[in-house]
């Protein structure tokens, strides 16, 4: 069964200081990870969609990379701002499925 | 280009009254979909999957099912409600063919159940 987990839980940083989220999982055959951001109340975001055979990817002021055969990916945000708060998850694809981790809670402080 | 809706948006029931939660997706054609629960303090978890109409997987054994009446109709049903149903439901739908597609995921509905 495919565990992944988040660290950390919860997060509060200055504006304009970089974020770094990490997401392990415990099978490293996957398909693919997933971020996802999620305000309060709302549904998911897609963030970015890294593929088994990619190292990176990029959007924006957003990077996520992974290492498939240590189980870890992590997500950079870039001078943060205030409208960065949210909780952010990260999502492993090993099968048909998405196994969730819990999240990281982030609040961007003007 | 797609969107996803899901009503209502929040709901209030009783104990032991049934259910209807529905989705809907527009702009593209036999959609994966996909039903998940998120529940206070837990990650999402994954309750039904559907690769087309009449097509349904059940990944939780409980007392919700789920319904594809249509293409890019999905429905969530409960005919007793426990008070565990309560959560946010969320609804999602991936691109035809292989179900390891990006998910794309819509507003939720807030479920209390008293």
């Known amino acids: 069964k495919q565990e992944v987990t988040q660290i950390p839980a919860a997060l509060s940083v200055p504006e304009g200081e970089n974020l770094v989220l990490n997401c392990s999982f415990t099978?490293?055959?996957?398909?693919?990870l997933q971020w996802f951001r999620q305000d309060p109340g709302k549904g998911l975001t897609s963030l970015l969609l890294?593929?088994?055979?990619?190292r990176e990817q990029t959007s924006g002021r957003l990077n996520a990379s992974l290492d498939k055969s240590s189980g870890r990916s992590t997500l950079y945000i870039a001078a943060s701002q205030p409208g960065d708060s949210a909780t952010y998850l990260c999502?492993?694809?090993?099968?048909?499925?998405?196994?969730f981790g819990a999240g990281t809670t982030v609040t961007v402080r003007a | 280009s797609q969107t996803i809706h899901q009503w209502p948006a929040t709901l209030v029931q009783p104990v032991g009254s049934p259910l209807s939660l529905e989705c809907t997706v527009e702009?593209?054609?036999?959609?994966?979909l996909y039903w998940y629960r998120q529940a206070a303090g837990r990650g999402l978890q994954l309750l039904f999957y559907?690769?087309?109409?009449?097509?349904i997987s059940s990944e939780v054994p409980q007392n919700l099912s789920a319904s594809r009446p249509q293409d890019r109709q999905f429905i969530l049903s409960s005919k007793k409600l426990l008070l565990s149903d309560s959560g946010f439901y969320l609804c999602?739908?991936?691109?035809?063919?292989?179900?390891?597609?990006?998910?794309?995921f819509g507003p939720g509905t807030r479920l209390t159940v008293l």
């Open positions: 559907s690769v087309g109409i009449g097509q």
């Open positions: 890294i593929q088994s055979s990619q």
């Open positions: 099978d490293s055959a996957i398909y693919n």
């Open positions: 999602a739908w991936s691109p035809t063919g292989t179900l390891i597609n990006e998910q794309f």
């Open positions: 702009g593209t054609s036999n959609p994966n």
């Open positions: 999502a492993v694809r090993s099968d048909y499925k998405l196994s």
